[in-house]
């Protein structure tokens, strides 16, 4: 299983992106899909999270100004990031978990991660 995102970019604060992840491989069902962010000299934090009947749960820096989505046949994730703030700079990485058929156990799968750069 692979997980590749898209979307990254420069943007000035105030702006907004829009991160969309996909995954693609041996597949049968997927449960939670997830964004994550890294900063420089920070520890990876969860930014919004999605189960696949669709209940959401974000960090609270990014409540209100964030929104989480999933297309379920097509295995992809959205960030739609509103608002941005320079404290929002850092990479994004999307998260999955996937089993791969009905007998396998949920396995988390990790995409390589986006830059999101936001000027002040």
């Known amino acids: 299983v692979q997980l590749q995102a898209y979307g990254g970019g420069l943007v000035q604060a105030g702006g907004s992106l829009r991160l969309a992840c996909a995954a693609s491989g041996v597949i049968f069902s997927i449960n939670v899909m997830g964004w994550y962010r890294q900063a420089p000299g920070k520890q990876r934090e969860l930014v919004a999270g999605i189960t696949s009947g669709g209940s959401t749960n974000y960090a609270d820096s990014v409540k209100g100004r964030f929104t989480i989505s999933r297309d379920n046949a097509k295995n992809t994730v959205y960030l739609q990031m509103n608002s941005l703030k320079p404290e929002d700079t850092a990479v994004y990485y999307c998260?999955?978990?996937?089993?791969?058929?009905?007998?396998?156990?949920?396995?988390?799968?990790w995409g390589r991660g986006t830059l999101v750069t936001v000027s002040s």
């Open positions: 998260n999955a978990a996937v089993r791969g058929d009905w007998y396998s156990r949920y396995v988390d799968y």
